[in-house]
């Protein structure tokens, strides 16, 4: 491991850290928006630390919606994170349950992406732990600033956090559907196609249940086709 290459992998992950972590402001506006105390924001953050997952269940519980529709909006979303967790696995190799478990838990798109596109192993393990430890940290700590500040702001400015959560998840999405991407003409239609669904059955159905709906739908059209391997 050349120390220009361990230099430019710390810099990356970090860099996107840093970035990435910035955004829990976002959730920590929307989770007092949607009725959470701060330290419920927090707690969020800590133990489930999966952004797309913590913006679908105070999203739909701040519209409205039940515990069931809000969890399982999460729980749909979360389940990629295992489809990295095999991909990850021989690459990590981590050694007794402990450190599993808690590699594991930085087991997101990001770290996936710095640990993959890593040239060795020894790169990904350090591409994977400095990612993690960056976005970890930043994170929750600007989901404590969000949450805290909101909780400061007037009957206006709260109104304006209707917005935080659409906002945050186009910032986090528009990346993957740009040209250039890796097959951004079918991501686009994946997501359209999603949206088409939940607002479709927004009239129809109680809050959240056409967010799950929608990721099932999502779900199923993004399975592999016979003869496509």
């Known amino acids: 491991m050349s120390g220009t290459a361990r230099t430019a992998v710390l810099r990356d992950a970090i860099g996107l850290g840093v970035a990435v972590g910035l955004y829990g402001v976002a959730f920590g506006a929307a989770a007092d928006s949607a009725g959470l105390d701060s330290w419920q924001a927090l707690a969020m953050s800590l133990l489930m630390f999966t ?11 701040g519209a409205g919606g039940g515990a069931a529709a809000a969890i399982g909006s999460a729980l749909l979303l979360g389940t990629r994170n295992t489809v990295y967790g095999v991909r990850l696995a021989p690459l990590l190799a981590p050694r ?21 596109a890593a040239p060795d192993r020894d790169l990904a393990r350090l591409a994977f732990l400095s990612g993690g430890a960056a ?4 994170w929750n700590t600007t989901t404590l600033v969000g ?19 659409p906002a945050a ?15 951004p003409a ?17 009239p129809f159905v109680p809050p959240g249940v056409q967010v799950v709906t929608a990721v099932v739908a999502v779900a199923l059209a993004g399975r592999p086709q016979e003869g496509s391997r």
Request: net charge neutral; proline share 1%; hydrophobic share 65%.
């Open 51 to 61: 952004g797309a997952s913590q913006f679908a269940l105070v999203g739909v519980l």
């Open 96 to 116: 007794g349950l402990l450190r599993r478990l808690g590699l594991a838990h930085w087991v997101i798109d990001e770290t996936t992406a710095l640990a993959v």
């Open 135 to 138: 976005i970890f940290t930043v």
């Open 147 to 165: 949450a805290l500040g909101a909780a400061a702001l007037g009957e206006a400015a709260q109104a304006a956090l209707d917005a935080v959560v």
């Open 169 to 183: 998840f186009l910032a986090l999405l528009w990346p993957r559907l740009r040209a250039g991407a890796e097959e």
């Open 186 to 202: 079918v991501a686009r239609r994946v997501a359209l196609g999603g949206a088409a669904v939940a607002l479709a059955l927004t």
